[in-house]
């Protein structure tokens, strides 16, 4: 028998789980879209997650370097990936399943041509155009190690014409999305701190590493990661995604098992980081996100939001709703 490969339906199906509050309302604020020759995410596999029990009525695309344009100026090519989004947000609202309701998108922020570049996203989106992830992940130390590297060139957060970019993000009314690794917290928040105007977003808890070499320091990083948190979470322009924490480099290894997890596993070994992260900022600058399909090399969906259901639980009804569907409505202006 061909073994199951994480992420596959076959795989996710092999662990299901009763809907926890099946009606509340949920915007999920990150997921991609791809089609590529070795594979595809599109609207039939985004509302097949989405629909698969829980009450996911929107959600936000966030880039992932998808159809960028083949040929034409270099600083465009990126609004291939916005043509392509767009499209399939057009195709959402035709009542079958969650709509996407905002894209985030590409563009090197320190480009001269930097408001050509913003200008055509807000044209090719068609009203759906929110702001800009440039990301600053960059990993000197181990790349080897990581499943998913970033690209981010060096000394980025401290750049000049870096931040004269983010800054004029804020001018124009968008915002700014960033990932990064747990060693870098410290960097963005300076940045944070020094383009106040500019609402940020901090994707996936600014991912604790948990592969190669962090993967003997996971209590160490734990540590410095609830400083660093604090530290950014003073910057009141800054808002936190939370999730994205089950990617393979976070380093729980359930993409190397035979079953993917459970809410319950999920819960066990995640709570604490999402419950140090609301207290630092409050539920209404925080949003749970699915980070999928990325996410699905460790779990289904609907056993995802089951385990945040399960973390939610405690906090008030009001934060619930922040949570799960305020605060990125608010902030990706869906309302």
């Known amino acids: 028998m061909a073994e199951v490969k994480p992420g596959s339906n076959e795989w996710l199906d092999q662990v299901t789980e009763t809907i926890i509050d099946p009606d509340r309302?949920?915007?999920?604020?990150?997921?991609?879209?791809?089609?590529?020759?070795?594979?595809?995410?599109?609207?039939?596999?985004?509302?097949?997650?989405?629909?698969?029990?829980?009450?996911?009525?929107?959600?936000?695309?966030?880039?992932?370097?998808?159809?960028?344009?083949?040929?034409?100026?270099?600083?465009?090519?990126?609004?291939?990936?916005?043509?392509?989004?767009?499209?399939?947000?057009?195709?959402?609202?035709?009542?079958?399943?969650?709509?996407?309701s905002a894209i985030v998108g590409r563009t090197d922020l320190a480009l001269a041509e930097l408001d050509e570049v913003l200008d055509a996203h807000e044209e090719a989106a068609k009203g759906l155009f929110r702001g800009i992830r440039h990301a600053g992940a960059r990993e000197p130390y181990h790349p080897e190690a990581l499943g998913i590297p970033g690209k981010g060139a060096e000394g980025l957060y401290k750049s000049d014409d870096f931040r004269r970019g983010v800054a004029r993000l804020g001018e124009r009314g968008y915002t700014y999305d960033t990932w990064h690794?747990?060693?870098?917290?410290?960097?963005?928040?300076?940045?944070?701190?020094?383009?106040?105007?500019?609402?940020?977003?901090?994707?996936?808890?600014?991912t604790p590493l948990g592969v190669g070499p962090y993967a003997e320091q996971r209590e160490e990083i734990f540590a410095q990661w609830k400083d660093d948190m604090a530290a950014i979470a003073e910057c009141k322009n800054v808002v936190a995604k939370i999730g994205g924490?089950?990617?393979?480099?976070?380093?729980?290894?359930?993409?190397?098992?035979?079953?993917?997890?459970?809410?319950?596993?999920?819960?066990?070994?995640?709570?604490?980081?999402?419950?140090?992260?609301?207290?630092?900022?409050?539920?209404?600058?925080?949003?749970?996100?699915?980070?999928?399909?990325?996410?699905?090399?460790?779990?289904?969906?609907?056993?995802?939001?089951?385990?945040?259901k399960k973390i939610a639980a405690k906090y008030s009804e009001d934060e619930q709703t922040a949570m799960f569907s305020g605060t990125a409505s608010r902030v990706y202006k869906l309302d």
């Not at 690794?181 to 600014?206: E, S, W």
Request: aromatic share 12%.
């Open 25 to 100: 309302p949920i915007v999920d604020p990150h997921h991609h879209l791809w089609q590529r020759p070795t594979s595809t995410y599109i609207l039939e596999n985004l509302w097949a997650d989405t629909g698969s029990g829980h009450n996911v009525t929107k959600t936000v695309f966030l880039e992932c370097g998808a159809s960028y344009h083949e040929e034409g100026p270099e600083h465009l090519k990126v609004i291939g990936e916005t043509i392509f989004v767009e499209a399939i947000a057009a195709a959402s609202r035709s009542g079958g399943g969650a709509v996407i």
């Open 245 to 308: 924490l089950a990617m393979p480099d976070n380093g729980f290894g359930w993409n190397t098992r035979a079953t993917p997890a459970t809410s319950d596993e999920f819960v066990e070994v995640q709570e604490r980081y999402y419950d140090h992260t609301i207290q630092c900022f409050g539920a209404d600058r925080c949003m749970f996100e699915s980070n999928f399909p990325v996410d699905r090399l460790s779990l289904s969906y609907h056993v995802l939001y089951n385990g945040l």
């Open 181 to 206: 690794y747990h060693h870098q917290n410290l960097d963005f928040r300076d940045l944070a701190a020094a383009v106040p105007g500019t609402t940020m977003i901090l994707d996936h808890f600014g």
